[in-house]
């Protein structure tokens, strides 16, 4: 979870317990407090439906199951003044789901304005305890050159993957597999991504030590820097 989804959880859940304080407040029938509580939570129960929305699934809540729940168990009550007491609990709990769907609608639009997907410093803000492993037989002994390194964080550019063009690159060349290069066969690990991204990712370093392949559990980013930042090592 990042800053931005905890702050938005704080903020929805704050609304409710508003919204629930006043409906308390309002109506005649005052319901007991844990009771009430537990009501909410339950009417939150629905039956939903997945929307892909930038690079997330997001929950569009169709049927309120929990309402129905409760209405088939507190309407038998007292007559149904059980269900007279708590129902505007009840459908409150339910309507907390398009909260939280618009919360959901709104994030991803704020985390990329502070969190830009297009500039590597976002996914790679602090390289002070960054180290080079070696992932594949191709790659030779270098160490990172740590002047170069931050600059090449902050000027490097967002490209495109030429993923087909890499493939025939490798794959066409006619030379065995033992024998074929990796173009990314060094792994960047300890460098730390911009404070409250919540970004988990894993950074591949091209051979010639000017391109970073980063890739998360949503997507796959390359940048390209003017200069190696990788030198011979000792």
Partial sequence: MNVIELLSSILSWSAIIFAARWVYRSQNLKPNVWKMTVVVILGLFSFSINLPYMDQQVKLA???????????????????????????????????????????????????????????????????????????????????????????????????????????????????????????????????PKWGSGLQTVIYIEQDGKGFLISTPQQQLYFRSATSFLKEGE
Avoid: C
């Fill in 62 to 192: 169709i049927l309120p199951l929990g309402v129905w729940i409760l209405y088939a168990v507190l309407s038998k009550k007292n007559e149904g003044s059980s269900w007279l007491r708590y129902r505007r609990f009840a459908w409150l709990g339910f309507l907390a789901n398009y909260l939280f769907l618009t919360i959901s609608l709104i994030n991803p639009i704020i985390h990329s304005a502070i969190y830009p997907k297009d500039d590597l410093s976002t996914y790679i803000s602090d390289a002070g305890e960054a180290k080079l492993l070696i992932t594949h037989p191709s790659g030779n002994e270098k160490k990172l050159d740590f002047t170069s390194l931050n600059k090449q964080i902050r000027n490097a550019k967002n490209e495109p993957i030429y993923s087909d063009l890499w493939y025939n690159e490798v794959f066409e060349s006619g030379e065995e597999e033992t024998m074929i290069d990796e173009r990314f066969p060094y792994q960047l690990t300890g460098a730390k």
